[in-house]
């Protein structure tokens, strides 16, 4: 069962459990501190480079069936999490690529 507090993934970003279909997570929220999607601002400034936050569902059967329209990244381990798939925010513009490894965010270049 891996910790209930919310995920510190390094380089700023974070993310939340979600729970779809019982007590096991089946998919996070994943938050970006300084996107760069031309919509998400900075509430100070008005400039580009404000907080975003993207959904990531884990694929499994009973969650392929819920969402069959969703894109679903493969757990390799949930505890500490490992997705086999990058994440790309590709928000508004947005360039952000990375992995999820051993509960740490690893951007690709
Ligand atoms: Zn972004
Ligand atoms: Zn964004």
């Given amino acids: 069962m891996p910790s209930t507090l919310d995920l510190d993934l390094g380089h700023g970003m974070t993310a939340r459990w979600r729970y779809h279909l019982g007590d096991t997570p089946t998919g996070i929220v994943l938050t970006e501190p300084f996107c760069s999607g031309y919509r998400c601002r900075d509430e100070a400034t ?56 051993d509960g740490k965010w690893e951007p690709q270049e």
């Fill in 46 to 101: 008005l400039m580009p480079g404000g907080p975003c936050e993207g959904s990531v569902l884990f694929d499994t059967p009973a969650m392929a069936a819920r969402f069959p329209q969703h894109k679903l990244w493969t757990v390799e381990s949930l505890d500490p999490l490992t997705l086999a798939e990058a994440i790309r925010c590709g928000h508004h513009g947005c360039k952000t690529v990375g992995y999820i490894i």
